[in-house]
């Protein structure tokens, strides 16, 4: 077994917990009259995208070439029981088909999930490209093929497009019952995340649910020294540079965090990646420099504003969630 699929067998064992039964998590929200058959498909399929190794996704890039300053596009992150509960929880006491904005969606597992309820239609947005493409394969095929044939695939739409820069149109004020947005606001600098707060003001309606999940300051961290001490209006919007051995990349907890600091004027929130040669060890070293957005549960209070009531917080940490910081994971109702 190599590291990367060592790996993700230890973010199944984490995150799928001896409390949590797949097969009954599972019956908690697809329809009462499921057949086993049908119980059994989706339980293989949830399975599966848990088990979903970590990767980052470069486009254009087959492999990351050694003394090269590359940015890094996005990951693929395994599917999270604990995050998609709430939201799969919201579809099925609706007491009518929901419509959820799936925002970053991804390699679509959540997308996935809410549609196997049978009690949503979703749409997604995916602006990187490889993402999405591979987003409209794994949804559909993954229900065409395992689970139902005959599965109402229109219920679902996959946009290759930015969600701060889609206009209203075709979608009208209140379109969306639910809006997910699954390890995305981190990447977004104060004047995106005013925008992604106009954005879902407009699109989701009232008494609707936003489902929310992103970086937060691991405890005891220089990060969280950072985020206590900063009185920035956006606290936690800053620039930090890692070093990571290349043979330790997939390792958690051998990061070594080397700078941080405010970011510069017109320093993008994005992260790239630079390599080179150890001479010591041989090693190859991974110098990550990063311009992130954290967020604790006051800032989140403080950016959703009076528009929406916090109802759920929960904090994953990064075994759970196959990342080296821990997340947090809110659900929002809009007032």
Known sequence: MDQEEQDAQEALHSTVSPKLDLREFVKSFVPTDSSDEYIDSVTKVLRDTINSP??????DHESLELGVVQKDYGYNFPSIPRIQQKLLEFCVRADHEVHIADVGAGFGYDSLLALLTKKAKVT????????????????IQSILTHVDPNFPVNKFSALHADF????SLPF??????GINVNKVIHFFDPEQSRVFKEKINFFLKPGGRLFLTCLTPSPGTKIDEFMQSSEEEFPGYLFYRLE?????LFQFGETNLKEIRKPADGEESAHFFQTHRQEENKDILITTDRVMHYHTFETLTRFLGEEFKILETCIIPPKESMGSDHMISIVAEKL
């Open 244 to 248: 990571t051995k290349l043979s330790e």
């Open 164 to 167: 701060l820069k889609e206009p």
């Open 124 to 139: 997604a947005f995916e602006k990187q490209e490889t993402q999405w493409e591979t987003l409209q394969f794994t949804v």
């Open 54 to 59: 970590k990767r980052e996704i470069l486009q």
């Open 172 to 177: 009208p004020k209140h379109t969306f019952d």
